[in-house]
């Protein structure tokens, strides 16, 4: 399109940048005209809920702003602002892209508009978070494990516990740690709170939200509080026949290496 042909350009705001199923997503459409005036037979603002690598659809709806009523409406030069709300569906995937990519859930909002002008116009994407309130683990964290050092003669035992099963979206929490260094040599503690996606298709995909690291001494104790936050934005199983994500498993895994 030649840049001199465009007479009118269409601009789209939302209200807030995420939001959650059951939500209404209100905004506005800005026309700015160029010209003196330019015809539209009808505006809508499509909205489409889709998994971009595999092509799937999830949801698809539209508002529509100017009804198409067969006779022709004219935009004076200058700027027209039309305001918009849609509800957003109980079961809409969250948005969702993974590292590598295998998984990428998008929710856009289109305007379109019938007209013989010249025009230009972008889409906006929304961010739709879990319908969830908790982030679960399946059990109470309550684990203990020794390590053996064959090189620096000795082993290393822990313990982490938390009696909770359950934790809020962006809640702080505490991991109890108890540990003995029975070694000749300083040790790292590594605790990574992570998740693990079953993609379909595909095997498990990793992902480290948080981690920590705690160094002991060589024959010595440690008793700590180790404080993790929990993500605000979490995947969660996606619900549907066409979706890529199957299940979500959450966990805390511990590392430990001579320092």
Known sequence: MNQE????????????????????????????????????ESLRLEFHSREERNHHSFYRSRVNIIEKEGNIKYLAKGSHTFAFQLLLPE?????LKTANEAVDVRHVLSPVVE????????????????????FPFSTSIDFEDEKRFGCCQGTFRWKLSNPKKAFSRGE?????????????????????????????????????????????EAKNAL?????????????????????????????ISVKVCVK
């Open 223 to 251: 008793d700590v509080n180790v404080d993790f936050r929990v993500p605000v934005e979490v995947p969660v199983s996606l619900a549907g026949k066409f979706s890529p994500v199957l299940d979500v498993n959450y966990f």
């Open 91 to 95: 079961n809409i995937p969250p948005t």
């Open 115 to 134: 007209t013989s002008t010249e025009i230009k116009s972008a889409s906006l994407q929304i961010v739709v978070m879990p319908n969830v309130t908790k």
């Open 172 to 216: 702080t929490f505490s991991l109890r740690l108890n540990s003995r260094n029975r070694s000749s040599r300083t040790l790292r503690v590594v605790l990574q709170m992570a998740y693990q996606t079953d993609v379909r298709d595909q095997s498990f995909v990793d992902f480290v939200s948080e981690e920590k690291s705690r160094e002991i």
């Open 5 to 40: 042909q465009v007479e009118a350009i269409f601009s789209l705001r939302t209200d807030n940048p995420r939001y959650f199923p059951r939500e209404k997503v209100s905004g506005w459409i800005r026309v700015d005209v160029s010209a003196q005036k330019i015809p539209i």
